[in-house]
Nanobody
Framework: QVQLVESGGGFVQPGGSLRLSCVGSGLDFSDYYGIWYRQIAGKEREFVASISVTGDTTSYADFVKGRFTVSRDHAKNTVYLQMTSVKSDDSAVYYC?????????WGQGTQVTVFS
């Protein structure tokens, strides 16, 4: 059974940092793009960042460029999202997705709440 499990969410003050992790089981994550999405209450799920299979190519939504960094560790079957300089607008449920040409899998999400 394939599972993606996100962790690392929680409460953080504006300007602070968090690191989200997405651990895959039942799949070789190195065969998939790692993609982070987020969903703010009442809004559609939106793309945040992605990392290629090799890790050489990353992509970011404009609203996180320069603040968030996506990375991966094949040995740990894990994709990360380092969040820095967070803003109140970053409060959302963050989802991880493993994706390739054959399809993909979603994690269950982890809540990030930015409060002052």
């Amino acid at each position: 059974q394939v599972q993606l499990v996100e962790s690392g969410g929680g409460f953080v003050q504006p300007g602070g940092s968090l690191r989200l992790s997405c651990v895959g089981s039942g799949l070789d994550f190195s065969d998939y793009y790692g993609i982070w999405y987020r969903q703010i209450a009442g809004k559609e799920r939106e793309f945040v960042a992605s990392i290629s299979v090799t890790g050489d190519t990353t992509s970011y939504a404009d609203f996180v460029k320069g603040r968030f960094t996506v990375s991966r560790d094949h040995a740990k079957n894990t994709v990360y999202l380092q969040m820095t300089s967070v803003k109140s607008d970053d409060s959302a449920v963050y989802y991880c997705r493993a994706s390739n040409s054959n399809g993909g899998y979603w994690g269950q999400g982890t809540q990030v709440t930015v409060f002052s």
